[in-house]
Structures are given as structure tokens and as C-alpha cells.
């Protein structure tokens, strides 16, 4: 049974910073594609950012385009967790933020939620102006 939970969220005031983490468990983690997605008020779930596994201990990121820059996503493999650091946050960002797995790597689709089969539960990240 996967299981992924996640912490971090929080209110911070605009320019400030955040990390999300999200632990996993009954999944192959190493070679598991992982993803955050985000969900405003009113509006659909949205693709923020994926580390996906190539080959070997090969991995990428990849990120929606108005938070390259600000936002990075890790994962530390021998702790079954995958983080989003979030810098120079903006009002905007404002969401619950979603944790997200799939079993093996990809190079393609990482930005669609039916990418995914398994999710957490959310945690809301508000950003005060």
C-alpha cells in the first residue's frame, strides 16, 4: 500500500520561503517519478514540478515556467522523500500544494495529474501580501 505524506505548509508573507516535504512509502522510490501539483480556490489542479529517474542514479527536474527560478524540487532517495523549496513566494502561489507518485521513471507526460496514481492528502501553503 504507497502512502505519501506531506508537511511544511504554512502562511508566510510575500518574498518569503517555504519547504514542502513529502515522505513515501511501499513504493520503489529511487526510480519513481514524482511530482508537486498545486490547487488555488476556483481553480483546477496545476503541474509545478516533477524530479523524474532516467537510468542509473541519472535524474531530472522540470518545472512549470512561473516558478522556474524560485522553486526546486530534490528528493533524497535513502529517505524515501521529495522536497519543494519554495523562494520569493507571491501572493499567487497561494494553494494546496500535492504531493504525487508514479512507479518508474518517465521522460514525458510528468506534468499530468493521470500521470500519477498515487497521491497525499495536501497542505495548504498561503502567501500573505
Known amino acids: 500500500q504507497v502512502q505519501l505524506v506531506e508537511s511544511g505548509g504554512g502562511l508566510v508573507q510575500a518574498g518569503g520561503s517555504l519547504r514542502l516535504s513529502c515522505t513515501a512509502s511501499g513504493l520503489t522510490f529511487r526510480s519513481a517519478t514524482l511530482g508537486w501539483f498545486r490547487q488555488a480556490p476556483g481553480k483546477e489542479r496545476e503541474f509545478v514540478a516533477a524530479?523524474?529517474?532516467?537510468?542509473?542514479?541519472?535524474?531530472?527536474?522540470h518545472y512549470i515556467d512561473s516558478v522556474k527560478g524560485r522553486f526546486t524540487i530534490s528528493r533524497d532517495n535513502g529517505k524515501n522523500t521529495v522536497y519543494l523549496q519554495m523562494s520569493s513566494l507571491k501572493p499567487e502561489d497561494t494553494a494546496v500544494f500535492y504531493c504525487a507518485a508514479s512507479e518508474g521513471g518517465r521522460d514525458r507526460d510528468y506534468d499530468r495529474r493521470n500521470s500519477y496514481g498515487y497521491w497525499g492528502q495536501g497542505t495548504q501553503v498561503t502567501v500573505s501580501s
Open positions: 524530479t523524474t529517474w532516467s537510468s542509473g542514479s541519472v535524474y531530472y527536474r
